[in-house]
């Protein structure tokens, strides 16, 4: 088919293509800039783990090693899904009827679903902040709540740091909620 795709690289033009919604549109640039970003970052990430455990020989450094790849991997795959879930979607249904739509909202959905993804991730930062930490040698003491949003900041911090990764987990979730509901 001409107007088909091929893997994830050519999802988000096709995606970008065939969509109505200029929400959904949207959220296909910010999404596809948010994972070249999020993987730069993790590739980053795992080339300084490499250079601070060269000379250590296997066990936890492997596992380390490791899990930074599977946490790029839970952070891009839900920045991508609403694409990829669309793009498929319209792919399905052009092959079996050129006039085919999603069902109404179902893009508008998942564009809000992936914008709240990205937000789910730096609220899950600000609620894993420890109180204290040390940075370069120098023990730092995270901010106050301040401004505006001190109250949401405030609450954040309450959440216990081993509690954080339900906040975009939940975000996650909700992507798929919406595929399933409206599909």
Do not use: K
């Not at 399905?92 to 006039?99: L, N, P, T």
Request: glycine content about 10%.
């Amino acid at each position: 088919m001409a107007d088909d795709y091929g893997g994830i690289l050519g999802a988000f033009p096709y995606a970008f293509r065939r969509s109505d919604s200029r929400l959904f549109r949207s959220y296909v640039l910010v999404g596809g800039l948010a994972t070249v970003l999020l993987a730069l970052v993790c590739v980053l990430a795992v080339v300084v783990v490499f250079g601070q455990t060269a000379g250590a020989r296997g066990g936890n450094f492997t596992l380390s090693r490791s899990f930074i790849a599977l946490l790029g991997l839970l952070a891009v795959v839900p920045v991508v899904a609403p694409v990829l879930l669309a793009a498929r979607t319209r792919r399905r249904g052009v092959a079996e009827d050129d006039r085919f739509e999603p069902p109404r909202g179902y893009e508008p959905l998942l564009a809000v679903g992936g914008y709240l993804f990205l937000l789910s991730l730096y609220l899950g930062l600000v609620a894993s902040m420890p109180e204290t930490f040390t940075l370069d040698g120098e023990t730092v003491t995270r901010p106050e709540a301040s401004g505006l949003f001190a109250p949401v900041v405030a609450a954040l911090y309450a959440v216990p740091p081993t509690a954080s990764p339900l906040i975009p987990a939940g975000a996650a979730a909700l992507i798929v909620v919406i595929h399933r509901w409206l599909r």
